[in-house]
Antibody, heavy 123, light 113 residues
């Protein structure tokens, strides 16, 4: 059974960096048949896919244009987890952040999700 | 980006009645290579992450009750709940995974009449 456990601070000051971690159990971050994404949800923006990382003989990352200049998603193979860093945050980045697994090669989008982390950007 | 538009925004249905939710994409999500529609449907209850119900527009996930069914192709899709149960009260989202960035609809809120 795949489980994704998120951790990280719930409050970040404007202009600082939002950092979250997603610990994976029941699967491997290095699996060559899945991809690992970060998605956020806010009343103003709805559900918004931010980006993903995946391993296919080497590591790849893809990011949404809306955050591409500010985001980094990294795998940590030693801890079997992935991380999200979003730089230069503003109150517009206040949202619930989710990590999720996708298996698009099998036609499955996001089949397992983390529990969600509410991140508030405020001074 | 592919824009996903759902209708209606909210829907009130009597217990045991049918609920029909619509989703339209701004461009086709049908792959010519495998004839599959890269369209998923999710159910989200308060305080929970979305739960995947259907992928490839019409394939139910394991454990999803068969009162949930998906249909459509190309740009127009439908999620049908054949006999609404109290536990089906939720917000439902469609999502395309045909091309990046993956995009979601704004959601349809289903309530009991």
């Amino acid at each position: 059974q795949v489980q994704l456990q998120q951790s990280g601070p719930g409050l970040v000051k404007p202009s600082q960096t939002l950092s979250l971690t997603c610990a994976i159990s029941g699967d491997s971050v290095s699996s060559n048949s899945v991809a690992w994404s970060w998605i956020r949800q806010s009343p103003s923006r709805g559900l918004e896919w931010l980006g993903r990382t995946y391993y296919r003989s080497k590591w790849y990352s893809e990011y949404a244009p809306s955050v591409k200049s500010r985001i980094t998603i990294n795998p940590d193979t030693s801890k079997n987890q992935l991380s999200l860093q979003l730089n230069s945050v503003t109150p517009e980045d206040t949202a619930v952040y989710f990590c999720a697994r996708g298996s698009e090669a099998r036609g499955v989008p996001f089949d397992y999700w983390g529990q969600g982390t509410l991140v508030t950007v405020s001074s | 980006d592919i824009v996903m538009t759902q209708s209606p925004d909210s829907l009130a249905v009597s217990l045991g009645e049918k609920a029909t939710l619509n989703c339209k994409s701004s461009q086709s999500v049908l792959s010519s290579s495998n004839n599959k529609n890269y369209l998923g449907w999710y159910q989200q209850k308060p305080g929970q992450p979305p739960k995947l119900l259907i992928h490839w527009a019409s394939t139910r996930e394991s454990g999803v009750p068969d009162r949930f069914s998906g249909s459509g192709s190309g740009t127009d899709f439908t999620l049908t709940i054949s006999s609404l149960q109290a536990e089906d009260v939720a917000v439902y989202y469609c999502q395309q995974y045909y091309s990046p960035p993956r995009t979601f609809g704004q959601g349809t809120k289903v309530e009991i009449k």
